[in-house]
């Protein structure tokens, strides 16, 4: 059989779980569809059960449900606090000496953190907070490296009421001055340096520029890190000396299901990025059954996701998922090939890893370095693995699942997004999967996909990927533009719709195809056309840009740059150059075009508006489409 009819069969066939997989499940497939049922015919009747069950309530709800479309709330009247569901709870109930995070960098650091000793760092830094005036609904910005000081400063905010932006440590200052003062944070909680593939990184200096001149932000606290030696300036507060003395006793702010937990952006198809509002209750026990549920966590499970808890992957199950469900995760700063790309495989082995979730590009960026790179290692104790982030071609799912999981694990293809909170289309462990498959959707979700006008498409036809009803952990509003919330709930019927293309077969498996909008998902990484055209323009010789998303061997897609100058000025490389160094400092190294390629036209309709569709097509040697609209 030739190569390619062999690739064929393996992405045709349904793999079945493997029997350890089974023997170990927490549900089986059948008790799978029998909650899923009870889910979608009573949905307040299934949550209020496992609300009930799973979290810890210090005053039980009123009402489980209420939709004012396009407003919902979930568990009205209920109070709780999150930190108390992640950390109170297991430390009262025997797991004080369990560990709760193992922190590991590149040089073969480790530091070990168990519930008892994570809650006590928790509760001094929330005791730092409110002697710094932070009250419940003020807001507090992140911006550290993936350290467990990171982690806990997103729980101290919520032990206290104070809602947590964090954003990612590889923005610009730029990027991070917008976050800031969109959402007026009152303290920035930061650290020195970070060290990516054996080079440090500078923060603090990012920091210094983001708040230049923001006289609402009253203070900076930094963590120091080893080997540095810093002045703190006005405002600046030494992060290890502002929690020594501090009480590690804290009460946890009674909090509303309802009260916002955290602000997130992302990026949209058009303008600046958008403030996603997570609240509460819903949060938390969406994101605490998914991470059960999906994840099949058993009392001696090792967790590890490798996301940064700067985006929604690393909140959801780095953070508020695995610590409700009180599992122990590894986390690991730096690039996942250095020293050398067995870097990864050997955290595995060492620390005995069950349950690995990751993104598809780093799946390819493995497949590149090759399959005796995971040889070295014994990865036994792997039984699930999990992917997230972008579509995983089914090429990757079976490397992955036959060199990382030697055909003894489940994958779980996890769809879901930011405004989502959780997993919403996936197969649990013991289910069927079918490569590049997302699979079924979760308890509660009623997902389809759908055409314009929200009629369900005949089986294996592209549509839209809708979701028709509220779940739990749904996003509340944008922070400051509620029309962008309602965007969402109103474009295709009044399903919600987050800009997916997908396909559903004959057996309900959603795949997922990627963007319907001007998203470009860069390593997974969710990337406004808009954003990067607006940086590009910033440039003193750039008159007007383009920017479109081209499939990418690792990456998944990259960017491209159209770019026409102004007048007096000549295309050169170095001109390309300084131009994607600009978009670097504006928005930061993940939005940087790979290619620029300087124009003088870009196609647009006669209204004016750039046809990015026209300019794909055509760099991908792909028939135009619909051109009526074309200016000329
Ligand atoms: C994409 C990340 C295919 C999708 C959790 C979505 C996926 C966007 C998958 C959200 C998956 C995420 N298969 N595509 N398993 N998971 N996506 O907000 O396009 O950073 O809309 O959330 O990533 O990205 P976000």
Same mark, same amino acid.
């Given at each position: 059989m030739s190569e390619k009819n062999e690739i064929l069969l393996k992405v045709n066939k349904v793999y079945q779980p493997p029997q350890r997989v089974l023997e170990k499940a927490l549900i089986t497939k059948e008790e799978f569809d029998e909650m899923y049922k009870r889910s979608i015919e009573n949905p307040e009747d299934f949550w209020a059960d496992i609300a009930e069950k799973e979290l810890h309530w210090f005053k039980k709800w009123d009402k489980v449900f209420e939709w004012n479309y396009p407003k919902y709330q979930w568990f009205i009247g209920g109070k709780l606090n999150i930190t108390y569901n992640c950390l109170d709870r297991h430390v009262e109930n025997g797991r004080r000496n369990k560990l709760a995070y193992i922190w590991v960098d590149e040089d073969g650091n480790e530091k070990k953190y168990t519930y008892g000793e994570l809650l006590d760092l928790v509760n001094k830094i929330a005791n730092g907070l409110k002697e710094l005036g932070v009250k419940k609904g003020d807001r507090v910005v992140i911006y550290m490296p993936l350290v467990v000081e990171q982690l806990a400063s997103m729980l101290a905010c919520a032990r206290i009421g104070a809602i947590h932006s964090v954003v990612y440590a590889g923005f610009s200052s730029n990027a991070l001055r917008m976050r800031i003062e969109d959402a007026k944070a009152k303290v920035v909680i930061t650290s020195t340096w970070t060290k990516r593939r054996g080079k440090k990184i500078d923060l603090k200096s990012v920091v210094d520029e983001a708040v230049d001149g923001l006289n609402f932000v009253e203070n900076i606290v930094v963590l120091q890190r080893e080997g540095d030696e810093f002045e703190l300036e006005e405002k600046e507060i030494d992060f290890n000396e502002w929690i020594k003395d501090k009480s590690t006793h804290c009460e946890p702010e009674i909090m509303d299901a309802e009260d916002p937990l955290f602000i997130l952006y992302t990026s949209g198809s058009t303008g600046k990025p958008k403030g996603v509002l997570h609240t509460t209750g819903g949060y938390n026990l969406y994101t605490h059954v998914t991470t059960k549920y999906v994840f099949d966590i058993h009392e001696d499970d090792i967790f590890w996701c490798t996301a940064d808890p700067g985006w929604i992957t690393g909140h959801s199950y780095m953070v508020y998922g695995p610590l409700s469900v009180g599992t122990t995760s590894v986390i690991a700063e730096g690039a %996942?090939?250095?020293?050398? %790309?067995?870097r990864w495989w050997s955290i595995v082995e060492k620390y005995k890893v069950n349950i690995f979730y990751t993104a598809p590009t780093a799946v390819r960026l493995f497949m590149k370095y090759g399959e005796e790179w995971p040889k070295k290692y014994d990865l036994s104790s792997l039984r699930i693995l999990g992917s997230v982030g972008e579509p995983i071609n089914p090429e990757a799912w079976i490397w992955y699942y036959e060199n990382i999981g030697r055909g003894q694990c489940s994958i779980v293809d996890t769809w879901w997004q930011t405004e989502t909170g959780g997993h919403m289309i996936t197969t649990v462990p013991a289910y069927p999967q079918k490569p590049g498959k997302a699979g079924k959707p979760f308890f509660g979700i009623e997902a389809d996909v759908v055409d314009k006008e929200g009629k369900p498409v005949e089986p294996n036809k592209v549509g839209y990927l809708v979701i028709k009803k509220p779940w739990p952990s749904a996003l509340r509003t944008c922070w400051g533009e509620p029309e962008r919330f309602e965007k969402y709930w109103s474009e295709i019927g009044k399903y919600y719709f987050a800009g997916d293309m997908a396909t559903k077969d004959e057996d309900g498996y959603i795949m997922i195809l990627g963007r319907a909008d001007d998203v470009i998902n860069v390593s997974g990484h969710r990337i406004g056309t808009a954003e990067v055209e607006s940086a590009l323009v910033s440039h003193p010789a750039v008159a007007e840009a383009a920017v479109i998303g081209k499939p990418h061997e690792i990456k998944g897609e990259s960017i491209k740059a159209f770019v026409i100058l102004k007048q007096g000025y000549e295309p050169s490389e170095s001109l390309a150059k300084d131009i994607k160094m600009h978009v670097r400092h504006e928005?930061?190294?993940?939005?940087?075009?790979?290619e620029i390629e300087f124009v003088e036209k870009l196609p647009k309709t006669r209204s004016g508006k750039i046809m990015r569709r026209v300019l794909k097509a055509k760099e991908l040697g792909m028939p135009l489409g619909d051109t009526s609209t074309l200016e000329d």
């Open positions: %996942p090939d250095h020293p050398d %790309p067995g928005l930061g190294a993940l939005a940087v075009p790979d």
